[in-house]
């Protein structure tokens, strides 16, 4: 009995030794460049000209026969009014004539160059919600140091602001060592094909194979993430992947008078109910993981405790998780029924129902896996399953020990008051995706602190965040 105690107590003192090795092995990420912090104070006109930068509504339709180009063209007008030290030094190229791409040419153009990038197109504002707006939507109004305005953080705050540095540092006779590419797409809202895609594949043909590509995407969160009182730098460095299937059951319904037991829209309904009852296992990807390395020193000591023990805590972190939509859909693959049709007469029971069912897909999980997770879930030979389109399936993982991530987080920690960066899953999609072909090292992150509004009503921009914003891009730039 003495000898089982004792061996009961040993274990549980090898237990506590392993938590607390795993507690305090996973430290600050010290390897940080010195931070430096350029005085920008000599900028003068930034809130104005993105303020007009607004007033072009240069708006992406999924229907592209909406889309009035003419606006891009006298968006780019208004660039090289606004930037003519810009376009005088750097070469501009369009690529499907609305996608711009500036190159800066470095001291030395043996280095591989890098890429910042940015998207001039926004989303429409729809009619029912026009009168929400407190101040015109493509009005650029600024109102108590805040501009309003569709596309003031999604994403011509990233566009304009990378002009602001760049333009700033011309006149301070700065000259990177790389070569630094700009792309500035067109079409980011609808999928990026003709343009991020297109200049991908255009500088995949030129040999080009950049040092690392940093566009729009994760942002300086305060207070948003459990347990860390510090601001959390989220820096995108994998994103899920998206696929859209459409459920459909067609059946004789026979008349709404004497109805069979069937018909197409409880076999659907029960479908979706079958579906959504089976969620798709939860998972920690390595995306995930390295993001919970990160915060896991500055988290409160239960936090720390639980992240640095992962394999132990696991099914106590995916319980926490999954208690809210954000943190649950870094978890797992995510679906959702979006769009329902079936039936057109009160008295007709239709032949035919249909749905659309909506997928995030996590790292680690396929196109495939989908399909034969929904088929299997379903269980029902009469609902079919098509792929709605090709889908895309979840990025690759870009690595967070390189100088290019070390770079966000010094330039973070310069501007950004009391704020560490940590690599993170991003959830939606941008138009870096298309550019694994160039790089490995692909960073996804949107020098803002709390952005609020995307894609929403009331869409603004902190103006003396805005000001970070661009002292960001100055020190990054600075690095290259
Ligand atoms: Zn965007």
């Not at 504002?125 to 305005?149: A, C, M, Q, Y």
């Not at 966000?408 to 298309?434: Q, R």
């Not at 803002?448 to 103006?463: A, D, R």
């Amino acid at each position: 009995m003495k000898k089982i105690a004792l061996l009961i107590l040993l274990i549980f003192v090898i237990l506590i030794g392993i938590l607390f090795f795993n507690f305090f092995k996973i430290s600050p990420n010290t390897d940080q460049q010195a931070p430096t912090l350029t005085d920008i104070s000599s900028i003068n006109g930034y809130k104005e000209r993105i303020a007009k930068a607004i007033t072009y509504p240069t708006v992406s339709f999924e229907d592209t026969s909406l889309i009035d180009y003419s606006i891009f063209l006298e968006f780019h007008q208004f660039l090289k009014n606004s930037y003519p030290i810009i376009f005088k030094n750097l070469e501009f190229e369009t690529v499907n004539e609305y996608t711009v791409v500036l190159k800066w040419t470095g001291t030395d153009s043996q280095l591989r160059p890098g890429i910042l990038m940015a998207h001039q197109d926004v989303v429409p504002v729809s009619e029912d919600t026009k009168d929400l707006w407190r101040f015109p939507p493509f009005g650029g109004i600024i109102h108590n140091d805040t501009l309003f305005g569709r596309g003031s953080i999604d994403n011509k705050a990233n566009l304009l602001a990378q002009l602001e540095s760049v333009n700033f540092l011309l006149q301070q006779n700065f000259k990177p060592q790389r070569d630094i590419y700009f792309v500035f797409g067109h079409d980011e809202e609808i999928g990026g094909k003709n343009g991020a895609l297109a200049v991908a594949q255009l500088l995949k043909s030129r040999n080009i194979q950049a040092e690392f590509v940093l566009d729009e995407g994760g942002y300086v969160s305060v207070g948003l993430v459990p347990g860390v009182s510090k601001s959390v730098a989220l820096v995108g460095t994998a994103e899920k992947g998206f696929l859209n299937l459409e459920l459909s059951v067609n059946i004789d319904g026979g008349h709404s008078s004497m109805p069979n037991k069937e018909n197409a829209i409880n076999m659907l309904s029960a479908a979706i109910t079958d579906l959504s009852n089976q969620p798709f296992q939860p998972s920690i990807s390595p995306s995930v993981s390295s993001f919970m390395q990160h915060i896991a020193p500055y988290s409160s000591f239960i936090n720390r405790l639980a992240l640095s023990n992962l394999w132990l805590f696991k099914p106590l972190i995916y319980n926490i998780y999954s208690q809210s939509a954000p943190s649950d859909a870094m978890i797992r693959t995510t679906m959702v029924p979006t769009i329902i049709n079936g039936g057109e007469k009160d008295n007709v029971i239709p032949n035919i129902a249909s749905a659309n069912i909506n997928y995030r897909i996590n790292l680690g999980t396929t196109i495939q896996d989908v399909i034969d997770h929904t088929s299997k879930a379903i269980n029902n030979p009469l609902v079919h399953i098509k792929k709605k389109s090709e889908g895309q399936e979840a990025s690759g993982i870009s690595p967070y020990n390189t100088t290019s991530f070390q770079n966000i987080a010094s330039s973070v920690s310069s501007h950004f008051e009391n704020s560490i960066t940590a690599p993170f899953l991003m959830i939606a999609g941008t138009d870096s995706k298309h550019f694994d072909i160039v790089t490995k090292n692909i960073y996804k992150f949107s020098p803002l602190t709390n952005p609020s509004g995307f894609h929403g009503v009331n869409e603004y921009l902190n103006l003396k965040d805005y000001k970070n914003t661009i002292g960001f891009y100055v020190d990054f730039i600075k690095k290259q």
